[in-house]
């Protein structure tokens, strides 16, 4: 395993365990976490070892409260739309993993972190978790996928609604919306989504493997209708 600085990753029974530990910060997505998180989903993450992958935050306060603000301040249109289309290459790592990942949120999920529960495959929430996309705060856009994949999860209307306010919603209420696949009470975050990656390890690897990629719609080539007939057949 790869020595890390920004993230930890630890290994429980074939499950693992990435950390964002920055929590001086609120665990804010800087540079250093992408560069981790790609190695970790490009190197560290052996399918034929791991039944899955939890993504949880450092600390009882936050899960991500977004990308490093501090990061943002001498950006230019070009370097804004890099740093943008870097972030959407890291979570379309986790998007794209083979085995099934999981966003424990503990805490605050805002801008960037709420982008990053997203991108992972479910997601379940402490009674504490907050979630929001902020940015119109601050004259900015979610650029890491999050104008789509929140549509994508609570439909096109309640994500315009929370996209274009800004507000930030509670656990229940993300719940409700079909944001949070699971409720837990705080601190049972990882344990909780331990079970249910322990559960689905009983199935069988190569269905859920291609259940993932025709979810993520990797590979675009063919019609969903096609791309499940494929992989239909191959099963
Ligand atoms: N980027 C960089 N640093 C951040 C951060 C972010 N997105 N969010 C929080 N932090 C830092 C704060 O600067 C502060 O650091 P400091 O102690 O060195 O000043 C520390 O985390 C604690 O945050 P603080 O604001 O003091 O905590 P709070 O409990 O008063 O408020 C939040 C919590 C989450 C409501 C608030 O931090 C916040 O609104 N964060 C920004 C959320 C956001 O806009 N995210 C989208 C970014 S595009």
Redesign the pocket.
């Known amino acids: 395993m790869s020595t890390y600085n920004f993230i930890k990753v630890q290994e429980d029974e074939g499950i693992l365990i990435v950390t964002i530990d920055r929590p001086?910060?609120?665990n804010?997505l800087n540079k250093g976490v992408f560069d981790e998180l790609e190695r970790c989903f490009t190197t560290d993450i052996r399918t034929s070892q791991h039944h899955g992958v939890v993504i949880t935050g450092s600390g009882e306060k936050?899960f991500v409260?977004?990308?490093?603000?501090?990061e943002f301040l001498d950006l230019d249109r070009k370097t804004a739309r890099e740093l943008s289309r870097r972030g959407q290459k890291v979570f379309a790592h986790i998007e794209q993993c083979p085995i099934p990942v999981v966003a424990a949120i503990n805490g605050?999920a805002?801008?960037?972190g709420c982008e990053l529960a997203m991108a992972c495959h479910m997601r379940i929430a402490g009674s504490k978790a907050k979630f929001g996309q902020?940015?119109v705060?601050?004259g900015?856009i979610p650029g890491y996928g999050g104008t789509h994949r929140l549509a994508q999860l609570v439909g096109s209307s309640k994500a315009l609604e929370l996209l274009l306010t800004g507000d930030m919603i509670d656990a229940q209420e993300a719940f409700r919306l079909g944001l949070v696949n699971l409720l837990c009470d705080q601190g049972e975050e990882v344990i909780t989504a331990i079970a249910l990656l322990k559960k689905i390890a009983q199935k069988a690897p190569l269905a859920i493997a291609e259940i993932i990629k025709l979810s993520s719609r990797e590979g675009q080539n063919l019609t969903p209708y096609e791309a499940e007939a494929a992989a239909f057949g191959r099963l």
């Open positions: 001086k910060a609120l804010a936050a409260a977004g990308a490093d603000i501090k605050f805002l801008g960037g902020p940015e705060n601050l900015i």
